[in-house]
C-alpha cells in the first residue's frame, strides 16, 4: 500500500516561503508521478505541481512561478519550495502519487499540511 506522509506546512507571514516535503513507500512510487495539491475551506481541490519519474514538471495557474517542484527517485520522496507567499495561499497541502498503467490509475493522498499564511 502507498501511503504518502507531508511535512513541512505551518504558519508564515506574508512575502516568506516555506519548503513541503513528501515522502511515499512502495515499488510503484518511482514510476509514478508525484504531486501537490491545495484544498481551501469551501473550495475545491486544485492542482499546484507535478512531477513525472523522468523530471517532467507541470505546474497549476495558482501558483505558477512562485514555487518550484523537485523529487529524489532514490527516496522517493517530492519537494515543493514556495516564495513569495500570500493569504489567498492559505490552505491545505496535499501529496499525491499518480500511478497509471493501460487502462488502470490509481491515486494514493497523503493526510495534507496545513500551510497559513498571515498578513
Known amino acids: 500500500q502507498v501511503q504518502p506522509v507531508e ?22 512510487v518511482s514510476s509514478s508521478t508525484m504531486g501537490w495539491y491545495r484544498q481551501a475551506p469551501g ?4 492542482l499546484v505541481a507535478t512531477v513525472t519519474p523522468g523530471g517532467t514538471t507541470n505546474y497549476g495557474d495558482s501558483m505558477k512561478g512562485r514555487v518550484t517542484i523537485s523529487r529524489d ?16 495561499d ?21 493526510q495534507g ?3 497559513t499564511v498571515s498578513s
Open 7 to 28: 511535512s513541512g506546512g505551518g504558519l508564515v507571514q506574508a512575502g516568506g516561503s516555506l519548503r513541503l516535503s513528501c515522502t511515499a513507500s512502495g515499488s510503484i
Open 73 to 88: 527517485n532514490g527516496k522517493n520522496t517530492v519537494s515543493l519550495q514556495m516564495n513569495s507567499l500570500n493569504p489567498e
Open 43 to 46: 473550495k475545491q481541490r486544485l
Open 113 to 115: 499540511t496545513q500551510v
Open 90 to 110: 492559505t490552505a491545505v497541502y496535499y501529496c499525491n502519487v499518480n500511478w497509471q498503467l493501460i487502462g488502470t490509475r490509481r491515486d494514493y493522498w497523503g
